[in-house]
């Protein structure tokens, strides 16, 4: 007796399950220069979206009004701004620190919206102990006493930002890996080591005569998370670095304490056709971004 085999038709492939979003109590980002031709607005959408932070701070220069202009406004960096206002009305407790670069906005600091909170400055209590956090620009000498010279160095740094991404698609091109123009002069230039060197332990100074075991800042576009001992003892230094050269953002949790996230590091956030298309899609969806534009510069009278 033979038997017969019948194939059955294959099963529909079943849906690829978004990925889970990894909890952290609290993330910081900062130095995003929304606005500008070095911001990663994709890259920054893509690490929001893959974490479920219960309080998030944007400590400064998230908008670049120093460099803004209504001729570059992409629907990337919309989305960012369509985002963060999404967060708030999910309940995500969102502070609003002002920086240099978006130092316009400081005059509506102790605004409360909902969830979001404008604010110069933050205190976290928390388990590791009490966190300052404020953007930084109050120890730059040239923010305080020549703004104007300050100004033409963030359009000078925005141009070198500019030649770098046209450096990088040509080594792309050829099969080079990329290269951080900006980071390599900071490197090379001893008086901006220095900088950075007593940047840090100022900040950890006035931290430790306040009482605070942590200080969190933004500003110099420099990641880092090092102790520090001061006169009243020992302060740990947080920096959330930016969203232009180094990709980068501060994370805590109670099992964890404070940490460093690298975007470039984090195989999960790379580039991929699914992320390609998932980010075009958007982009089609998007209203005109010029319009939307018009709205938020309207509400914020800063037409």
């Not at 030649?163 to 080079?176: E, S």
């Not at 332990?201 to 520090?228: F, N, S, W």
């Not at 109670?254 to 958007?282: F, H, K, R, T, V």
Request: aromatic residues 10%.
């Amino acid at each position: 007796m033979s038997t017969a085999f019948v194939s059955l038709p294959e099963s529909p492939a079943a849906p690829a399950r978004p990925r889970r979003k990894r909890r952290v109590q609290v993330a910081v980002i900062s130095d995003v220069h929304l606005g500008t031709y070095g911001c990663h607005a994709r890259e920054l959408l893509r690490y929001l979206k893959s974490i479920r932070p219960q309080v998030l701070v944007l400590n400064g220069d998230i908008v670049d009004i120093w460099q803004f202009s209504k001729n570059y406004w992409p629907p990337a960096h919309m989305r960012v701004v369509r985002y963060l206002a999404g967060l708030a009305a999910k309940g995500v407790r969102i502070h609003y620190l002002t920086g240099n670069h978006d130092e316009l906005l400081r005059k509506f600091a102790g605004l409360k919206l909902g969830h979001f909170r404008l604010a110069n400055k933050l205190v976290l209590d928390l388990p590791h102990g009490r966190t300052w956090l404020f953007h930084g620009d109050v120890f730059d000498v040239t923010m305080r006493h020549s703004r104007w010279l300050a100004k033409l160095g963030g359009h000078g740094y925005d141009l070198l930002i500019l030649i770098n991404r046209f450096v990088n698609y040509g080594l792309a091109k050829l099969g080079r890996p990329r290269v951080a123009l900006s980071k390599l002069v900071k490197e090379r230039v001893k008086t901006a080591v220095a900088a950075v060197s007593n940047f840090e332990e100022t900040a950890a100074a006035i931290a430790a005569d306040e009482g605070y075991r942590y200080v969190a800042c933004g500003h110099i576009h420099q990641p880092e998370i090092k102790p520090l001992t001061t006169g009243k003892g020992e302060v740990t230094y947080l920096n959330s670095g930016d969203w232009v050269e180094n990709l980068t953002a501060l994370e805590y949790t109670e099992a964890a304490g404070w940490q460093l996230y690298y975007y470039n590091e984090d195989p999960a956030m790379q580039a991929s056709p699914e992320a390609e298309a998932a980010d075009a899609a958007e982009e089609l969806a998007d209203a005109d971004p010029a319009a939307l534009l018009e709205g938020l510069l309207l509400e914020f009278k800063i037409k």
